[in-house]
């Protein structure tokens, strides 16, 4: 478990359920810069709130409700109350909700939830028991909770992902910048150089980027790098060797950055993701007062 004081936060995964992450955190002071994730975010909320910038507005979360964010969508992190906010998580990557959303409901398309934040205390206390079932290494119960949980938040929340479409010339600019930078991670250019080789000017490519990815081209950029990190540091790779490999000056350039966007450092990340430990934070349910037993009717 990570952290010290009452800020503490455990990043891990199940085998038994690829393709999920899993988190239980207690923050306080924490403040979660803008970014994106390659999964979904279904958080519930135990205590406190939590307070999201995401659409263009500050989203509010409290006790019982969930903040839902969709893959690549940009949003921000913080305690909306002195006492902070404490919470568990399930990150379920885009292939399985496209599964359960094919089998259990009627939306068409690439699904994904249309409002960021959903009052039902009962689809939060799912998640606080997919995290203890995958605690207690129960894969029947995590697996069926997770799948309950994702159906109800579809159903009551859920449709289809509006496809961005590439139609203007600065649409277009933006992508190949984006093409640049990650192939070009380590050792990117400068705003002028890259705008330059684009055939564009430094604010034209900065009010694209901007208009297309919800960030400005170095904020993206560090995001772009935790999400590698966190790919080389789950296949095993030192973080010091992982700071170099994705363009970060050292390791703790790294470990600021990756703590900011993640949550924990990037050494108990990958101690976590390779550990068999099941602590647990909280209560059994990570909710007080939650109903411990409930069925699993959608």
């Known amino acids: 478990m990570a952290g010290t004081g009452k800020e503490r936060a455990r990043h891990w995964r199940y085998a038994e359920l690829p393709g999920v992450d899993l988190l239980r955190a207690s923050y306080i002071e924490k403040i979660f810069v803008r970014h994106t994730h390659e999964n979904f975010v279904i958080a519930a909320i135990a205590e406190g709130v939590e307070v999201f910038h995401h659409g263009g507005a500050d989203q509010y979360a409290g006790p019982g409700a969930l903040a839902l964010v969709n893959p690549d969508t ?40 249309t409002s960021p934040v959903l009052d039902d205390a009962y689809a939060a206390g799912l998640v606080h028991q997919v995290l203890r079932a995958a605690d207690e290494g129960n894969a029947l119960a995590a697996d069926t909770l997770l799948r309950v949980a994702v159906t109800r938040l579809l159903r009551l929340n859920g449709g289809p992902m509006p496809q961005r479409e590439v139609r203007s010339a600065g649409a277009g600019i933006a992508v190949r910048a984006r093409t640049v930078l990650e192939e070009r991670m380590a050792e990117p250019p400068t705003l002028e150089r890259l705008a330059g080789d684009l055939g564009a000017s430094p604010f034209a490519l900065l009010r694209a980027f901007r208009e297309a990815y919800g960030m400005p081209p170095h904020t993206w950029l560090t995001d772009a790098r935790v999400r590698r990190a966190r790919r080389l540091l789950d296949a095993g790779t030192a973080p010091a060797e992982v700071a170099v490999a994705v363009g970060f000056t050292d390791q703790p350039h790294l470990n600021r950055h990756f703590t900011r966007i993640v949550g924990v450092p990037p050494g108990a990340y990958q101690r976590e993701r390779g550990s068999d430990a099941r602590p647990v934070l909280g209560g059994e349910d990570g909710r007080t007062g939650a109903r411990k037993n409930m069925d699993t009717g959608v």
Request: proline share 12%; no cysteine; aromatic share 10%.
């Open 74 to 113: 940009p949003h921000t992190g913080r305690a909306g109350v002195p006492e902070g906010w404490r919470y568990g998580a399930v990150y379920p990557s885009p292939e399985l909700v496209a599964e359960i959303a094919a089998e259990t409901t009627s939306i068409r398309g690439t699904p994904g939830f």
